[in-house]
């Protein structure tokens, strides 16, 4: 496609997802293994969709295809191999001097590799020698800290289960992934604020409620079948609200493909009748200040006898906090809320009485929110606003995180976690009879600063791509070749691969789509989506390879190598994952009768206990968490800087490019482009189109040499104050002290920039 920049007009998928399903599957495979493939996608007996984690109705009837979920199948799914012939005839330094995108191109990855650094080459192995060196090595280490463990969120709850029992008893607790780039402000905000790190709603919250907010994600691309939710939501009178910098298509307007009248008229159902155009970072300013009316217009009812906007009897019953929230609240000046929101007053005092006049009311989240530096923070806020009037733990009202890979969620509830409770200690120890280690392990950014800083020895990766994900890819990349060991379990070819160390590996594995034959049976594996309903996924593809290995299989594989078979037969277990179901449950009692309630179509839910109104926090209560400083903090906008945030394209799956178009953004054949608004454009005189430099700033305002040079200036209806690009190209831009000190996780939405014009 060449490159041109068309405004999109139309409502989100339509014919234009038709096409791009139809044109996805035609480039990657043959047609009848595509179609297979799709068909049996989310259904009873298929694989979970690995696109994203919005849940599926029932697992079981029509036919709900996402063009981006299509995408990721057909991307796993594709004809193409990366061969032992291919790394024959490529050096390593040759690779790395691809771009990312052609990488993964290649294909599929067929044979297991080591690299030879005599030749720059990686070459086949034999699985098991593979196995016997990696374990060797990892003996030969005095200290099991020395080990990183990297968890990508497409694994599986049996893989994600068998690695962290490897890890553990290996002597580690060093987990970072990638739930610490993506929602583990959710995971530390909502524990603290109600004592479960997850969203407290259910798919059938959505048929209640009568209001949705919508802040800091976008559905359209990243998570397409929420869009079905939110048609019927809309269809049936119930009111969505938008506060997202960006205009985006995928929360305005929706053609259902699946129905044949908007289709055939092209006329889609409008989505928000609200939409705020939020500064970057300016969320909690926006939250404050809609709470602020709220607690106004409450107290002004019930002072002229009137009754009350807040849930009264449910603060006083169910929460702690509220005073101070009150207080702090009402001492956040008007000048402050509106200059770091970038939204006037009157457009808060409307986005308040929507809220106050709605009795049920779900929020939604993403990225927008969880990757600031005061990404807890953020979440805190939008419970605080929830509970204010209620509106967690009871039909169509709740808090609902949309999480990112297709198990992300699982592979935490399954132990994939560098804090593990006592708890799980103890579990383990009982079932196993081993002594886990206590000590607190590394997140994905104490990993990574453990490996620049000569601390770490080895990094074994479980799918993903961490070099690249992360922030600071120009200290970090020349890092690796310092470590002694490094493994990859992956589907394709990335640049975390060609990153080589002193002993470098790469296994390929099976993929969601493809069958998995151990000792003679077919096997399945169980993820947990958004909404913590756990179903099995079973794949349907014949492998791309006769040599390739299941996840689980590898790693029972590395784990006998490393630990032998004395406390756990993993030869048993990679022959039979029902045995590895039947570990969870005992370590994990929520999974009780596991095998059994993971048959039944639609599998089951795992409980929730503040969507039952019970607070396991140390309070015994919802919090409310107040958090004073505003404008005093200096990653929220201030009168003059401009704050980029990393977004994924439309033809992206986090750092595996697709393609190289935007469509709903209008940006066809290209990637290096700032979008920034009118406003933001003439107050540094620059005209859409043209060619500007970013430089990142530091901390006191000074110029880095973080730059990134001559992106196409597109200008967008936007926010002021406020750019946008994409990741990974701007992940240099981020440095690894760039994130949230309670959370951990990168400020990748929250880089202060100066922007300047090429001449
Ligand atoms: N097709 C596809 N699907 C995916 C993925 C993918 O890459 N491709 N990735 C998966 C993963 S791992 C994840 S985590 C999710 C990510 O899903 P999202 O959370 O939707 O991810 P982003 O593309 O980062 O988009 C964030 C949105 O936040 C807005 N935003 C940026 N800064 C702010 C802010 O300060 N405040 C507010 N209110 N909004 C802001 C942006 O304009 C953008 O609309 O999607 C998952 N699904
Ligand atoms: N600047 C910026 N950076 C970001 C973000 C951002 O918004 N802005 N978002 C962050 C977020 S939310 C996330 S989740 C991370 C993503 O970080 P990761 O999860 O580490 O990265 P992915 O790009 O999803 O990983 C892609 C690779 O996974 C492998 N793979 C695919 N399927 C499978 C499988 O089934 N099994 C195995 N073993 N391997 C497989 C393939 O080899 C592929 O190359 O990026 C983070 N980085
Ligand atoms: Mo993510």
Redesign the pocket.
Known sequence: MTAKIKPYNGAAAGWGAVRAVVSSIRHEMDVQHGLIALFHMNKVDGFDCP???WPDPKHTSSFDVCE?GA??VSWEATEKRADAEFFETNTVSELLGWEPRALEQTGRLTTPLKYEPSTDKYLPIEWEVAFAEIGQKLQSFNDPDVVEFYTS?RTSNEAAFLYQLFARMYGTNNFPD?SNM??EPTSVGLMESIGVGKGTVKLEDFDHCDLVIC?????G????RMLTSLREVALRGAKIIA????Q?VGLTSFIAPQNPYEMLTDKGTHLASEYYH??????IALMKGVMRCLIELHEKSLSQGKEGILDIEFVQNHTKGYRELRTDVLNTAWEHIIESSGISQEDIHHLAASYASAKKTIIC?????T??EHGTQNVQQLVNLLLLKGNIGREGAGICP????SN?QGDRTVGITEKPNSELLHNLNKRFGFIPPKKFGHSAVESMKAICSGKSNALICLGGNFAAAMPDSTTTYPMFKELELTVHLATKLNTSHLLVSKNSYVFPVLGRTEKDLQNGNYQFVSVEDSMSVVHSSCGVLTPASENLKSECEIIAGLAKATLGQEKVNWDELKSNYDLIRDHIEKVFPDFSHYNERVRKPGGFTLTNSASERRWLTASGRANFVTFPSLLEDPKIPSKKGI?L????S?D???T?IYGMDDRYRGVYGQRDVLFISEETARSISVNDGERVNIIALKPDGTRSDRRMNQLKVVIYK?ADK?A?TYFPESNHMITLDQYDKKSGIPA???IPIEIEICN
């Open positions: 696109g994203c984690a981006n995408k990721a969120g990638c993506c929602h802040i800091g994600h976008n559905p691309t990243n998570h397409p506060i997202n910098p960006m985006e939020v500064r970057v970072g300016g969320d989240y993403g990225m927008g929110i990757q600031h949309l999480r990112g890979h992300v704050i945030a990393t977004v994924r439309h992206q799956y986090n595996t936007m406020t946008v990748y939405k929250n």
